[in-house]
């Protein structure tokens, strides 16, 4: 079966320091990935998508990046951050065009920045 | 380009009495619609989806939705709500083709005893 994860689970950071946050998938090959930020009130605002290795769009400009070094790996990066970046980070992935196109996501990644 | 709009923040039930958690959405052509439930600070366990076919749905722990192309909406009922089913909600549409998730604001479900 596939399982997602993702880690730290929690993570403080000051503000200018930089963030790498990662997520790699297991028992499935080729998968759609994504990240996703949930902010309070505001829902789950997609940030990044990838449909494959080095294949990486971005849906709002930020101060933060993605990049998918591997089938199954996908990691959020920030040089510098910002308080605004915190919030709960989420990954997920999806199979490619078919039935069972679900989104299926992480446990997710809290991340305050002070 | 996709939408989603939960114009319920909050909703409070009683524990027994029945939900309805309302979902409009806006695409151009036949969506994916779909369900997700979270608990607190954890990830999101899809309910139920909807493709094609039957336009009622049903999901996980006693959920369904109505798929209805005429009001654009997707509404998640369950007919007896547990304390458990405390959790916010989360309606989705999905493109043909390419997944690309777009969520709305979601819903607070509180439950009193």
């Known amino acids: 079966s596939q399982t997602i994860h993702q880690w730290p689970a929690t993570l403080v950071q000051p503000v200018g320091s930089p963030l790498s946050l990662e997520c790699t998938v297991e028992?499935?090959?080729?998968?759609?990935l994504y990240w996703y930020r949930q902010a309070a009130g505001r829902g789950l605002q997609l940030l990044f998508y990838?449909?494959?290795?080095?294949?990486i769009s971005s849906e709002v400009p930020q101060n933060l990046s993605a990049s998918r070094p591997q089938d199954r790996q996908f990691i959020l990066s920030s040089k510098k951050l910002l308080l605004s970046d915190s919030g709960f980070y989420l990954c997920?992935?999806?199979?490619?065009?078919?039935?069972?196109?679900?989104?299926?996501f992480g446990q997710g990644t809290r991340l305050t920045v002070v | 380009a996709q939408s989603v709009t939960q114009p319920d923040i909050h909703i409070t039930v009683s524990e027994g009495a029945s939900l309805e958690l309302r979902c409009n959405y806006s695409y151009g052509a036949t969506p994916y619609l779909f369900w997700y439930v979270q608990s607190p600070g954890q990830g999101l366990q899809l309910l139920l989806k909807?493709?094609?076919?039957?336009?009622l749905v049903q999901g996980i722990k006693g959920f369904e939705a109505e798929f209805k192309r005429s009001q654009s909406s997707f509404n998640l009922r369950k007919p007896s709500v547990h304390w458990s089913d405390a959790a916010e909600y989360f309606c989705a549409v999905g493109s043909t083709g390419f997944q690309k998730l777009v969520f709305g604001t979601g819903t607070r479900l509180l439950v009193s005893p």
């Open positions: 028992g499935t090959s080729n998968p759609n």
């Open positions: 990838s449909i494959g290795i080095d294949q």
């Open positions: 997920a992935w999806s199979h490619k065009t078919g039935l069972n196109t679900e989104a299926f």
């Open positions: 909807y493709f094609s076919g039957d336009t």
